[in-house]
């Protein structure tokens, strides 16, 4: 049986009398994209540091490719590439300089390092930019040099921590696009706080609230996993919440402005079957009706309900 890639028991870690996190346990087996999902504060960050072998845990193992990082931690380094949320840049050196510099840092051999860089540059997108300073580059390619020092090494485990914060909605499709490609050939570990973030891109969603796992799962797992409760209406002509809540199945209806509403329903299907008969026989016009995700924060505190039952 092959060693699982990320295999994480019991693990736990204290700032003070704070737990950060709590008697964590999972295991990633195979290549992909999984998504470390949780609100601020939640304990993403301290799980990949001690992962990452920043910081030693409280308590609990650790295991890269079954080597313990808290008894090798060098061994288990050379395995993993990592992007922190602020990338570890020298913003003086050219990108070329840079990561020749971080390809050395791994221990490369000298004779290795020149087509390393090369490689990296080109897989990132950075060819043409080698001899820019890094602190004249826009914040996307400043990203952009961030991954290619956690992959110059060919990890067998790339963990990145809030990739895509700060960026323009340009610079944020380039980078999944990055993410998408680096994890043909690795593990990727994908840290954010932003729902979309893993829906668009993450194989399994793994989240993390107070310090505890709460959910992991598939993307369609999780998206199975919390009901929604609201659906999103849109009309040509005006009405009023009164009457969108006294069609049967309703139970609240909130105005968005304009002629837009929230509605909140028992049963979705029957109530969309609803609004729809009622508007073409009013002739209210619908021009749009869908049901609605819940907002991350209510998930977050439905999953947290759901694992103290």
Known sequence: MNEPIVKVEHLSHRYSVQWAVRDVSFEIPTHGIYGLLGSNGAGKSTLMNIMCGVMKQTEGKAYIKGIDTSVDPVASKRLIGFLPQKPPLYNDLSVEEYLSFTARLRWMPKNEVKTAVEEVMEKCAL??????VIKNLSGGYQQRVGIAQAIIHKPQLVVLDEPTNGLDPNQIIEIRSLIRQIAEERTVILSTHILSEVQAICDEIMMIEEGQMVFKGTVSDFDNYIAPSTIYASFIESLSADTLAS????????????????IYFNDAQDVM?????????HKWRLSEIRVEKNELNAIFAELSKKKSQ
């Not at 069609?247 to 929230?262: A, P, S, T, W, Y």
């Open 127 to 132: 060819t043409h930019f080698r001899k820019r």
């Open 247 to 262: 069609i049967e199945g309703v139970l609240k209806v909130d105005e968005l402005g304009g002629k837009n509403f929230r």
């Open 273 to 281: 079957d609803r609004v729809v008969e009622q508007s073409f026989k």
